[in-house]
Structures are given as structure tokens and as C-alpha cells.
T-cell receptor, first 113, second 112 residues
Framework: GAGVSQTPSNKVTEKGKYVELRCDPI?????LYWYRQSLGQGPEFLIY????????DSGLPNDRFFAVRPEGSVSTLKIQRTERGDSAVYLC???????????FGPGTRLTVL | GQQLNQSPQSMFIQEGEDVSMNCTSSSIFNTWLWYKQDPGEGPVLLIA?????ELTSNGRLTAQFGITRKDSFLNISASIPSDVGIYFC????????????FGTGTSLTVIP
């Protein structure tokens, strides 16, 4: 069975550009999470989806960050007008239910030049 | 956000030695989790703790939920080379839904 997959694995962009990061959760998992992990730090919560709706987006740092999950499976994290400080590994996780064990993907390493 | 202090920051040990690491918080948590992360991978859950005082084992790993609910400990017995990686604690405050706060990690190196 496939785990959580994330694409691309690496993304290099220039300051000011727009990027999209994709997460394919484990089939049947209703809960999906996005985290950001800076070098030498633990993952930092960004947003949690239950089905198609964002149940908790309190971790999004500002309005340049937005995420969608239109059909309750695949999710896309969108970052507008990227800044060098956005450089980090963006992790996605899914769980069967909101209280279930989270399974993490390998992450997308974003580098903003 | 909440800050979890994890110590030590790094450890270098000989194969076969036991390892202890801990995590403390300024807030009371109702759930503690311990994860291991290998390079280029996402964290993998090792142990979950749900009650104050709870002591749970997973093979050579043992973790405890502190009585004050502000700390947790992870012990690894008889370390082996594949234990190398970064260990993270994570905790949840009851009124923050599914938001877990992660510690800064303990990097473990096992010398064969």
C-alpha cells in the first residue's frame, strides 16, 4: 500500500514567485495536515483539513499561504510572492480520522533564492 | 505558539548503551507523542501516551507521560546502529484540537 506522497521532492524558486506543493494522502484518510520544518527545528503546524474543509488554519503564517483540498483527497499548498524565509521542508501527513495516528510524507524541500 | 524544550540536543553513544532523552513544556498537555525522523524522510511515530503517569514500551523503546503533564521521557535500551536519527517529542493541549507542537529534536549517533 502506498504511503503519503509529496511532489515535487525539491523546488527551487526565485523570490517573489508563486509555488504549489502537492500532497497525496493515504487512500481513505479523511484528515490531512501540512507542517513546515526549518533546518534544525521540529515540524511546525500550518493547517489541518477534515474532508474538504480546513478545520484549523491557525498555523498559516500570513495571507501569502493558502491550501485547498477540493475533493477531500489530494491537497495543494500554495505560496504567493515567496520570500527567502519561506525556505524549508514542507511536510504533509494524513490520518484515518482526526484523532488517528499521523503518517507523514517525505516532504518537499523548498528553496527560495 | 507553545515551546517544547527537548534535551539533549545531540548524543553520541557506543552501540549497546542505553539512551535517555526528555521533553518539557510550560503548558499542560493531554497527549505526548515520540517520533523518529531519518534524513530525507518524514517523522515516524514510535510511541503515543495519553494519560499522566503512563509508561509504554515498544520493543527496546520505553516512554513515560510525566505526572505533572508537562514533561515526557524516552529511553532506548541496548542501542544499535539503526537507532541513528533525530527524535522528536510532540504534545497536544486539550483545547487546541488536532494541533500538535513539536520539540526541537534530539540527534542520536550510535558508534559501532
Amino acid at each position: 500500500g502506498a504511503g503519503v506522497s509529496q511532489t515535487p521532492s525539491n523546488k527551487v524558486t526565485e523570490k517573489g514567485k508563486y509555488v504549489e506543493l502537492r500532497c497525496d494522502p493515504i487512500s481513505g484518510h479523511t484528515a490531512l495536515y501540512w507542517y513546515r520544518q526549518s533546518l534544525g527545528q521540529g515540524p511546525e503546524f500550518l493547517i489541518y483539513f477534515q474532508g474538504t474543509g480546513a478545520a484549523d488554519d491557525s498555523g498559516l503564517p500570513n495571507d501569502r499561504f493558502f491550501a485547498v483540498r477540493p475533493e477531500g483527497s489530494v491537497s495543494t499548498l500554495k505560496i504567493q510572492r515567496t520570500e527567502r524565509g519561506d525556505s524549508a521542508v514542507y511536510l504533509c501527513a494524513s490520518s484515518v480520522t482526526g484523532d488517528g495516528e499521523k503518517f507523514f510524507g517525505p516532504g518537499t524541500r523548498l528553496t527560495v533564492l | 505558539g507553545q515551546q517544547l524544550n527537548q534535551s539533549p540536543q545531540s548524543m553520541f553513544i557506543q552501540e549497546g548503551e542505553d539512551v535517555s532523552m526528555n521533553c518539557t513544556s510550560s503548558s499542560i498537555f493531554n497527549t505526548w507523542l515520540w517520533y523518529k525522523q531519518d534524513p530525507g524522510e518524514g517523522p515516524v511515530l514510535l510511541i503515543a501516551l495519553y494519560k499522566a503517569g503512563e509508561l509504554t514500551s515498544n520493543g527496546r523503546l520505553t516512554a513515560q507521560f510525566g505526572i505533572t503533564r508537562k514533561d515526557s521521557f524516552l529511553n532506548i535500551s541496548a542501542s544499535i546502529p539503526s537507532d541513528v536519527g533525530i527524535y522528536f517529542c510532540a504534545g497536544r493541549i486539550s483545547n487546541t484540537g488536532n494541533q500538535f507542537y513539536f520539540g526541537t529534536g534530539t540527534s542520536l549517533t550510535v558508534i559501532p
